[in-house]
């Protein structure tokens, strides 16, 4: 294969590759000058220990009061004659968990587990899409948002000499949470973070030096030390956060990971279909947990939707589009065994437009808090006049 065309095949890949690999790919392509090759310089030992925030996406809106039911208020259900919840279990006087979420349970008494009640975006769309987006950007309303709130994290956060993995998502594509995001990898599998045929290496080799590939040697030497968790359940989240695990514990130089869990749009036939939904969320992240071992006080992980359900349950056993919903707070520092923010109340007149829960919590403050806290970044949020909400963590 002739030189030219092997670097296409690599640049077509280059999604998956490392930071560094990306570079320099780009700049044999011509993207740089010819002045700029050089030898990736080496810096701090990807063995040093650094915080690492995680986001988990609860994509198609989580109905938080069928997740964390405020079974102290009787309103609740007369609201949903059928969907209420009778069998909760208890967290605290006004609020329980739901019996699938029951693998949550010790992390909430070891106060590892905080919930974030009433949270959500101050804009009203009831658009998937939207809310997504919006979520993602960090800018409600706008769409425009040239960058993703967590590669503005990392922007505030700057490292003199990143590891090979700074960034990553467990994704076929670079999601927009990232994007803006120069060292951010995205990637199916581990598998994809190996790319090292022996005629590649020479080739660097050859182009770069003799150490050109010395970060890849150390990132698979990592791995290969770094075993793979057990205890999670089969499915595409356990398999997204046991990946993540094995690169936190492989000490690459991970900041910040993020990952999907799809599946929460439950319009019709919600009982079931959120029961092993939320079982598998509950068991995915305890599994995590453990799986973490000692660095389990490095890392926080938010898992949150892009907006809740209505109140009232509907003709076919479902919810619909609504407001504010819950968020999942877990980790090392946090605040847990309690639930955070200001609950809004079920009545009428409480209600969003008479018919959803009230957004009192701006997600965004949730967010800037763990980043604040996990990568010393602040302000990354444009035209967000709202407070951190420190109080998560302790």
Known sequence: MKRRDLLKGLLAAGTFLPAFARRALAQIEGAGSPGDRRSPQGGASIDEKRKVLAFLFLRGALDGLHAVPPVGEKRYFELRPQLALKDALKLDDG???????????????????????????????????????FLELG????????????????????????GPVDAVAVSPRLPRALQGAKDAVAFASLDQLRLHPPRMQALFEQMYGPDAFAPVDLLQRKLGE????????????AASLRQLARLIKGDVGLRVACADAAGWDTHAGQPGQLQNNLRLLAESLAAFQKDLGGRAADVVLVAATEFGRTVRQNGALGTDHGHASVAFVLGGGVRGGRIH????????????????????????????????????????????SGQPLDSLFG
């Open 139 to 162: 800018t409600p309303g706008i769409k425009s948002t040239p960058d993703g709130w967590l590669a503005r994290a990392l922007q505030h956060a700057p490292r003199a000499h990143p």
């Open 341 to 384: 923010g200001r609950w809004p109340g079920l009545r009428d007149d409480q209600l969003y437009e008479g018919r959803d829960l009230a957004v009192t919590t701006d997600l965004r403050s949730v967010l800037s808090a763990t980043a604040g806290r996990q990568l010393g970044a602040r302000g990354i949020f444009p035209g967000f």
């Open 95 to 133: 609020f329980g968990l739901h019996p699938s979420l029951a693998p949550l349970m010790p992390l909430w008494k070891d106060g590892s587990l905080a919930i974030v009640h009433a949270v959500g975006s101050p804009d009203p769309t009831r658009s998937h899409f939207d809310a997504q987006d």
């Open 226 to 237: 770094t075993k793979p968790g057990d205890g999670y359940p089969n499915g595409p989240v």
